[in-house]
């Protein structure tokens, strides 16, 4: 059965720093990538960064690259925030992709963790 739980979610100022962390268990070994996603109110999923099996490929959207980086270490995945922005504000979700799709597609994914709130504003 896999689990994903995040936590690490705050309220920060605008130019401050936040990392979130996903603890997994029970995912397949043969999965495709992990990734982060996000969601505000009356706005779709968004892909923000994805991460291949043993880190050998990252991708970002185009609104965080450059601010957010993803990392995995054993059965944590990380999102380290920085220069954070009042648009980064959402609920941020990790999840696992175990078949064909992309990278930042939310269709692409089969589990999810249940979501860490993050708030920016000053």
């Known amino acids: 059965q896999v689990r994903l739980v995040e936590s690490g979610g705050d309220s920060k100022q605008p130019g401050g720093s936040l990392r979130l962390s996903c603890e997994t268990s029970?995912?397949?070994?043969?999965?495709?990538?992990m990734a982060w996603f996000r969601q505000s109110p009356g706005k779709d999923r968004e892909g923000v960064a994805a991460?291949?099996?043993?880190?050998?490929g990252k991708y970002y959207s185009e609104s965080v690259k450059g601010r957010f980086a993803i990392s995995q270490e054993n059965n944590m995945l990380y999102l380290q925030m920085n220069s954070l922005k009042p648009e980064d504000t959402a609920i941020y979700f990790c999840?696992?992709?175990?078949?064909?799709?992309?990278?930042?597609?939310?269709?692409?994914?089969?589990?999810w963790g249940q979501g860490t709130q993050v708030t920016v504003s000053s």
């Open positions: 991460i291949s099996p043993r880190g050998t």
């Open positions: 029970g995912v397949p070994r043969s999965y495709y990538s």
């Open positions: 999840a696992v992709r175990v078949g064909i799709g992309s990278m930042l597609a939310p269709s692409a994914y089969t589990y």
